[in-house]
């Protein structure tokens, strides 16, 4: 049995006040699933502190693939693990769009967290002319084949999946559930056929203008165990309803 989780991606918004108060609304309210939020890096220490204890669990937005040295402005794994993280999201789509993250960029920044006893969130998805020219399978299927390769299956134990369309990313446009579904499927069948088993254990999580009025339906899915949730998750009371819907 797969527990759905919900994971905030604020992106490179918030400030200390407005944390404050979206951190206290999070903790405190119920919610359905697990919870968890990643934030910009200097606000880590803040989630920490505010988090501390609680039932919400919180991460970061990207690592570096090195583990120390002459990387300016790079931030590594166990660095992560000094302030309490959890998860890590790597291959986000805007990391491989605006910043050239490559497949192997980000199966090498999969191992660097696992490494360090971080989860991985493995972020894969097509674009709009990938989808419109019928390749969504052969993308979705080559960005995780990249980690597949390096890391192994097994990896995946302790590793989660988000399927963001990169149409549906911010756009308002949201990918169907029965569209989302069948991403979904096709990716657990791709590492069932590595391992049966940690197939039916990886959670899958969908992205994409997820909002309280749509997640029921995406979440209802076979394969859809929770959401990545970016502009919703900037907002407590949508966070935490999309979270109820599960
Ligand atoms: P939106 O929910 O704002 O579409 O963003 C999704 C996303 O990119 C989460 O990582």
Redesign the pocket.
């Known amino acids: 049995m797969r527990t759905k989780l919900v994971a905030g ?1 604020w ?1 490179m918004n918030g400030s200390l006040a407005l944390n404050a108060e979206l951190l206290k609304a999070v903790r405190a309210g119920k919610a359905a699933a697990e919870l968890a939020v990643c934030v910009p890096f200097p606000y880590l220490a803040q989630a920490q502190a505010e988090l501390h204890g609680s039932h919400v669990t919180w991460g970061a937005q990207d690592i570096s693939a090195q583990a120390q040295g002459a990387f300016t402005g790079e931030v590594s794994a166990s660095m992560l693990t000094d302030f309490g993280c959890t998860y890590v ?1 790597v291959g ?3 990391r491989r769009t605006l910043h050239g993250e490559t497949d192997a960029v980000v199966a090498a920044k999969f191992a660097a967290a696992q490494s360090a006893g971080l989860i991985p969130v493995l ?1 894969i998805g097509e674009t709009l002319a990938e989808r419109e020219s019928n390749i969504t399978a052969e993308v979705v299927t080559r960005q995780l084949e990249a980690v597949l390769a390096k890391s192994g299956v097994a990896a995946f134990a302790n590793a989660v999946i ?1 399927y ?1 369309p990169v149409w ?4 308002g446009l949201t990918a169907t559930p029965a569209q989302a579904q069948d991403v979904h499927a096709l990716i657990r069948a791709r590492v069932a056929r590595d391992d049966a088993t940690v197939a039916a254990g990886v959670r899958i999580l969908y ?4 909002k309280p009025g749509n997640a029921r339906e995406l979440m209802q899915q076979a394969d859809i165990d929770g959401g ?6 900037l907002v407590a009371t949508d966070f935490l309803g999309i979270a109820n819907a599960c």
Request: hydrophobic share 40%.
């Open positions: 991606n992106k999201l986000h789509s805007e972020c988000a963001e549906a990313i911010g756009t992205g994409g203008s997820m990545l949730i970016g502009g919703a998750a």
